[in-house]
């Protein structure tokens, strides 16, 4: 093909928000979208318009601030999801370049058709020309999936993307929806698809992967070779049960690799570890050690034979330069005496921007209290510190405002906790197996919340004895799932912090619905 652009479709808020407990609030998605922004990514898919009044707000939110990257709503082939999904957008419509796209789909394999969809083959394709025809009405920009096109007939496949590009689709998305395929045969069906469908070379070709089966990063990569010229991905792999395919890697594949793929994409690969690491801040999805371009490990060595071959000469055993992906911009220059001004200035390099002066004076004096505990304060800090509960919507039920923890050699643990109940403050001690366990059951002696905990995650910010500890805890009740972070220089608080932020998100009213690709 003749395109030797590869556009980067990112859905991290849309998709990635998907993960349990990722649920992000509209400034959390503000807050990303402008990263993802000066990340470079040509489309940022920002959420499901009709899933709630809360995601069409935050979709509509990104569409105002964001000027050069399309933003995107999703919308399944209804009318009343299209033409939220072209309010939600609008605003992005009112820019110079309007750039604001809506992305419609419909199940196309024969188990979803007949068992989800009840629909027959003919109304499947009348559904998607007519959704596309409403998408029109809002932009010229209108994109197609065929949901669960690994398990589609291929006849069909053809008829149907025929259909919607004859009716004004500019872009075909061919989903591997459950993360199904294998590498050779998905790029066999990209290629037979650009080859069989009319009008094919009228329209972009995209993919979407899954990783159930560990290859959406290697299925999405095989259908670029096939003719795609879009990926659909997410920061970190985020994503729906295994993830999605992960943005860094297919970026960093496509650059390192030029002589395979000969492509180019517009991502400032130097912004990648920031983005990793305000994405895995704000949805508590820590990033494994050994992850590829953005894990802590990732451009470390331990063999003393690769040790001496990178000294020697660093392309031994080091296919791409840390630098080259963000590693080294992660130090923040400033301490206890810096100024606020100074402090704002860092904010706005790092891509975060504070509702008010009341939010800066906020976060400027937690920034102030964090240089007395540490020596070095990092980038990772003021992420963390930006990250907690204040900045986001989420009412403050509950809030710590004593902790006395008592643990020591041969003495069952013992944990006294304070806390605010809607400003009422109440006490209660516990035992436990250890000072979070007593901590955690203390508080659930005062708020009797039957939650579930699923995940108790500890992260150490960055290096040294006095890093901030970053903590997740996952709970669940009712079916509905929450994270809460909390971090600190001490892991027992930053876990009563994280537990606290959990609780309150449990209790508020934020629900999120959303269809799946």
């Known amino acids: 093909m003749k395109n030797k652009q590869l556009i980067i479709f990112d859905t991290t808020l849309r998709d990635g928000e998907q993960s ?52 995107c709503s999703l919308a399944r082939a209804s009318e ?40 027959t083959p003919d109304q499947v394709v009348e559904r998607a020309v007519q959704a596309v025809k ?21 006849d069909f496949l053809v008829r149907v993307f025929d259909a919607v590009i004859q009716a004004g689709a500019t872009t075909i998305n061919v989903p591997d ?31 979407h992967c899954h990783n159930d089966l560990g290859m959406a990063v290697a299925n999405s990569l095989a259908a670029v070779m096939g003719g795609a010229r879009q990926v659909e991905c997410t920061i970190n792999g985020l994503g729906e049960r295994a993830g999605n395919a992960s943005l860094e890697e297919i970026v960093m594949a496509v650059k390192t690799r030029r002589d395979v793929f000969n492509l180019e994409t517009r991502i400032d690969t130097t912004q990648i570890v920031p983005t990793s690491k305000m994405v895995s801040s704000i949805t508590g999805y820590p990033v494994q050690p050994n992850k590829a371009i953005v894990g802590a490990n990732a451009f470390a060595h331990e063999s003393g034979i690769h040790q001496d071959g990178v000294l020697k000469h660093r392309e031994t055993y080091e296919i791409m330069r840390a630098e080259d992906v963000g590693w080294n911009a992660n130090k923040l220059t400033l301490g206890k005496l810096s100024g606020r001004n100074a402090f704002r200035s860092r904010l706005g390099e790092l891509g975060i921007t504070l509702d008010g002066e009341e939010a800066l004076n906020t976060v400027f004096a937690r920034f102030k209290d964090l ?31 004593y902790l006395q923890v008592c643990s020591q050699t041969g003495e069952i643990p013992h944990a006294i906790v304070t806390i605010t109940e809607s400003g009422s403050e109440k006490r209660a001690e516990a035992d436990g197996g250890g000072p979070v366990d007593a901590s955690f059951k203390a508080i659930e002696s005062i708020v009797n919340s039957g939650a579930e905990l699923q995940l108790y995650s500890v992260n150490n910010i960055t290096s040294g004895t006095d890093a901030q500890g970053e903590v997740t805890v996952r709970l669940s009740k009712g079916g509905r799932i929450v994270n809460g972070q909390g971090a600190d220089t001490d892991i027992v608080i930053a876990s009563v912090k994280a537990y606290l932020n959990a609780l309150n998100r449990l209790y508020s009213k934020m629900e999120r619905a959303h269809p799946q690709i």
């Open 134 to 154: 409403w998408a029109l009405e809002y932009t010229d920009d209108v994109e197609f999936s065929a949901e669960d096109a690994v398990r589609s007939d291929m």
């Open 80 to 119: 009343n999801d299209v033409r939220r999904a072209g309010e939600a957008i609008q605003p992005a419509m009112q820019h110079a370049q309007k750039n604001g796209r809506i992305h419609t789909f419909i199940a196309t394999s024969k188990i979803h058709m007949e068992n989800k969809l009840r629909m």
């Open 371 to 401: 240089a007395d505990k540490k020596s070095e304060i990092f980038d990772e800090d003021l992420q963390a510190l930006v990250s907690d509960e204040f900045v986001s919507n989420t009412p403050e039920l509950f809030k710590l405002v």
């Open 177 to 207: 929806t459950v993360g199904y395929s294998i590498p050779a045969l998905w790029g066999e069906r990209m290629q037979q698809l650009i080859a069989r469908v009319p009008d094919s070379d009228k329209v972009i070709w995209s993919t």
């Open 20 to 71: 349990p407990g990722a649920a992000m609030t509209k400034e959390e998605k503000i807050r990303i979208a402008r990263q993802l922004e000066k990340l470079g990514v040509n489309i940022i898919e920002a959420g499901f318009a009709a899933a709630s009044p809360g995601d069409f707000d935050a979709i509509y939110s990104v569409a105002g601030v964001i000027k050069n990257s399309t933003v």
